[in-house]
């Protein structure tokens, strides 16, 4: 059994406890790869084209025997129009929005893609190579005192940050800020973030305090999700947990 440090929010170590059994749970990156494209395919907002898109021309062909193509033109000219292969006409196959993009998934997978994500939080390995940055002599994953909960300051909550040595991956997310490529630059999502610190909490009031630093999620233990442990569907996200969190996660002996 693992053993790992509780820290008071001034970076000294209080105390060392016993990791529950979830953190036990082998790394299988192929299931919490499969339960992310799932979740994110069950978020997708269904879209299609008007049924009517490129049909609203009055139109006739010209018929055979006349040396031209038989494509439907324009009634006030020649152009083209109508047909699939013309420009401006309808599309062959455009997508529907009666299409159903639900996947589903086993339960057992579900949880064993959770549990190994939840896992992978306490293997510096997996974290290190995710790219997060942190002080080495800390133990993974971090669980700090209760009172961090409690933190209604954001500079309490970075002072908090920086005696822990995680900081730095708080700086990394900010300046690693840039602006996409392709057409989300136009639809409201013109930049790019990384993702930093998860923190586990069971007190909403850590998320008042931390909203507004760069990268950083806030959840309670009942509403964890894969997303939260692996986004982009990598797993070793560098994570915090209070000791009330750590309990109700999995039990502290």
Not at 110 to 133: Q, V
Not at 204 to 222: A, C, H, M, R, Y
């Amino acid at each position: 059994m693992k053993k790992v440090n509780i820290y008071r929010i001034d970076g000294t170590s209080k105390e060392q406890i016993d990791l529950p059994d979830i953190f036990n749970t082998p790394y299988r990156p192929d299931i919490i790869r499969k339960a992310f494209n799932i979740l994110r395919s069950n978020k997708r907002q269904p879209y299609g084209s008007d049924p009517l898109a490129g049909t609203k021309h009055a139109v006739a062909s010209a018929g055979k025997g006349r040396g031209m193509s038989r494509v439907p033109r324009l009634a006030q000219g020649q152009r083209g129009a109508l047909a699939p292969c013309v420009v401006g006409g309808r599309r062959a196959h455009p997508p529907k929005s009666e299409r159903n993009w639900k996947e589903k998934i086993n339960k057992k997978e579900k949880t064993l893609a959770k549990n190994s994500a939840i896992a992978a939080t306490a293997n510096k390995e997996i974290i290190t190579k995710r790219g997060h940055k942190y002080n080495d002599k800390i133990t993974l994953p971090i669980i700090i005192d209760d009172k961090f909960e409690k933190i209604i300051k954001t500079k309490d909550v970075i002072t908090a940050l920086d005696k822990l040595g995680v900081y730095d991956d708080i700086l990394r997310a900010a300046n690693g800020k840039h602006i996409r490529a392709g057409k989300g630059k136009a639809r409201a999502r013109k930049y790019k973030k990384p993702k930093s610190i998860l923190i586990v909490s069971t007190n909403v009031e850590i998320q008042k305090s931390s909203k507004n630093l760069s990268g950083v999620d806030v959840v309670k233990p009942k509403e964890i999700n894969i997303e939260h442990l692996a986004p982009g569907g990598e797993p070793g996200r560098l994570t915090i947990f209070t000791k009330s969190a750590l309990k109700e996660i999995g039990g502290v002996k």
